[in-house]
């Protein structure tokens, strides 16, 4: 089992900025990508961005250029950089890791999520 504890998001204007954070405990051993995810109200959960134990990254066109993810293996954290929010960026977003030794291009390939944490941008 894999426990994921997110950073609370929270509330900024458009073009403004937030770093998520997601720690990861217990069976660390078992992971190899990690990644975010969101999901807007009346919508499907979507990649946002993932990136693999290796540091290799592949993001979402709505959010390349504006955000940035990373990993600190020693901590077993991943973060989200999010800069130059827009208002359709709001979201409750998901951190999410998996055993997969290649990068998971589904939902389904992730294995264990985290709670959640909303992030709103005002106009």
């Known amino acids: 089992q894999v426990q994921l504890v997110e950073s609370e998001g929270g509330l900024v204007q458009a073009g403004g900025s937030l770093r998520l954070s997601c720690a990861a405990s217990g069976s660390i051993f078992s992971i190899n990508a990690m990644g975010w995810y969101r999901q807007a109200p009346g919508k499907q959960r979507e990649l946002v961005a993932g990136?693999?134990?290796?540091?290799?990254?592949n993001y979402a066109d709505s959010v390349k250029g504006r955000f940035t993810i990373s990993r600190d293996n020693a901590k077993n954290t991943v973060y989200l950089q999010m800069n130059s929010l827009k208002p359709e960026d709001t979201a409750v977003y998901y951190c999410a890791t998996s055993s997969a030794a290649l990068m998971p291009q589904s939902p389904r390939n992730y294995d264990y999520w985290g709670q959640g944490t909303q992030v709103t941008v005002s106009s």
């Open positions: 990136i693999t134990r290796g540091g290799s990254a």
